[in-house]
């Protein structure tokens, strides 16, 4: 049996539902050895992760899922093993939340507009209530109003494109959060490259500018990745000679297709992105 390695996870300090404490319980009950917190734009639940995961003897790796914009999709970069004082970090993941905020508010006005919700716009609660407001937080409340039956539903009938609250959004380069997960001294990891809707060829030339900006992983074996989609990424971490990361995306438990650590074990001939790390 190898080592339960959980290198992306979320708290409720992003649009997780669990606090850091209650997220590290989980973990120790799965017997994972080794534990990353990537909440979405902050690092704000590090210290209180690291402190859990003393209690609990599980090496911990403080980190964060930075959002940046390719050729006009949304991508995800999470950042392992970050200073969260770092300067450059902190102004990359202040743009990101100011960027959002303004979304939020945009995604509330275009919601109250539509007829069907009776003037309903849920962005002040998750304005008032959330540090890093995403739309998963919207879907939430919409939920909870009664407006959808699931968060896919509420995603669907109300937020993607094409639908009443649909707002586009222009995030940070991808070369702007490598350089700042760099001078935080963390290592870059492309997140879930199979999830972004990218022809084989866009996503070779993704990994190809990931990689010549400073890209250090992508993420290999995740949880629910089918095998197919496992052995694809697992050929582009050798292409560009990219470390394999080992993550489940973990938000709540109720999602029971990323539970924490469960994943297949990475190839032999992909780099352990681990191996790039020392667990605090």
């Given at each position: 049996m190898?080592?339960l390695?959980d290198l992306?996870t979320h708290s409720?300090y992003?649009?997780?539902?669990?606090?850091p404490?209650?997220?590290?319980a989980?973990?120790?009950?799965r017997?994972?050895?080794?534990?990353?917190?990537?909440?979405?734009?902050?690092?704000a639940?590090?210290?209180?992760?690291l402190?859990a995961?003393?209690?609990?003897g599980?090496?911990?790796?403080p980190g964060a899922?930075?959002?940046v914009g390719?050729?006009?999709?949304e991508?995800?970069?999470?950042?392992?093993?970050l200073?969260?004082?770092n300067?450059?970090?902190r102004a990359?993941?202040?743009?990101v939340?100011a960027?959002?905020r303004?979304?939020?508010?945009a995604i509330?006005?275009?919601?109250?507009?539509?007829?069907?919700l009776?003037?309903?716009d849920p962005?002040?609660?998750?304005l008032?209530?959330q540090?890093?407001?995403t739309?998963t937080?919207v879907a939430?409340?919409?939920?909870?109003?009664g407006?959808?039956?699931s968060l896919q539903k509420a995603?669907?009938?109300?937020?993607?494109?094409?639908?009443?609250?649909?707002?586009?959004?222009e995030?940070?380069?991808l070369?702007?959060?490598?350089?700042?997960?760099?001078?935080?001294?963390g290592?870059?990891?492309?997140?879930h490259?199979?999830?972004?809707?990218?022809?084989?060829?866009?996503l070779?030339?993704?990994?190809?500018?990931?990689?010549?900006?400073?890209?250090?992983?992508?993420?290999?074996?995740?949880?629910?990745?089918?095998p197919?989609?496992?052995?694809?990424?697992?050929?582009?971490?050798r292409?560009f000679?990219?470390?394999g990361?080992?993550a489940?995306?973990f938000?709540?438990?109720g999602?029971p297709w990323?539970?924490?650590g469960?994943?297949a074990?990475?190839?032999?001939?992909?780099e352990?992105l681990?191996?790039?790390?020392t667990p605090?």
């Amino acid at each position: 049996m190898f080592d339960l390695i959980d290198l992306h996870t979320h708290s409720l300090y992003s649009d997780g539902t669990l606090t850091p404490a209650e997220l590290v319980a989980r973990a120790a009950q799965r017997r994972v050895t080794v534990l990353a917190l990537t909440d979405h734009d902050t690092t704000a639940g590090c210290a209180e992760a690291l402190e859990a995961c003393r209690s609990q003897g599980i090496g911990f790796v403080p980190g964060a899922e930075l959002t940046v914009g390719w050729r006009g999709q949304e991508l995800h970069v999470v950042g392992l093993g970050l200073d969260p004082d770092n300067a450059t970090l902190r102004a990359q993941v202040g743009d990101v939340l100011a960027r959002r905020r303004t979304r939020i508010a945009a995604i509330g006005a275009k919601l109250r507009a539509d007829r069907t919700l009776g003037g309903f716009d849920p962005s002040a609660a998750v304005l008032a209530g959330q540090a890093v407001p995403t739309r998963t937080h919207v879907a939430r409340e919409l939920v909870r109003a009664g407006h959808a039956d699931s968060l896919q539903k509420a995603f669907d009938r109300f937020l993607a494109r094409r639908t009443a609250g649909y707002v586009p959004q222009e995030w940070p380069t991808l070369a702007s959060a490598i350089v700042a997960i760099a001078a935080a001294g963390g290592q870059a990891v492309l997140a879930h490259p199979h999830r972004y809707r990218l022809s084989n060829g866009a996503l070779k030339e993704l990994c190809g500018a990931f990689r010549a900006a400073g890209g250090a992983g992508i993420e290999v074996s995740l949880a629910g990745i089918s095998p197919n989609d496992a052995a694809r990424l697992a050929r582009l971490a050798r292409q560009f000679g990219l470390a394999g990361s080992v993550a489940s995306d973990f938000h709540e438990p109720g999602l029971p297709w990323r539970p924490l650590g469960r994943f297949a074990k990475l190839p032999d001939d992909v780099e352990p992105l681990l191996s790039r790390l020392t667990p605090l």
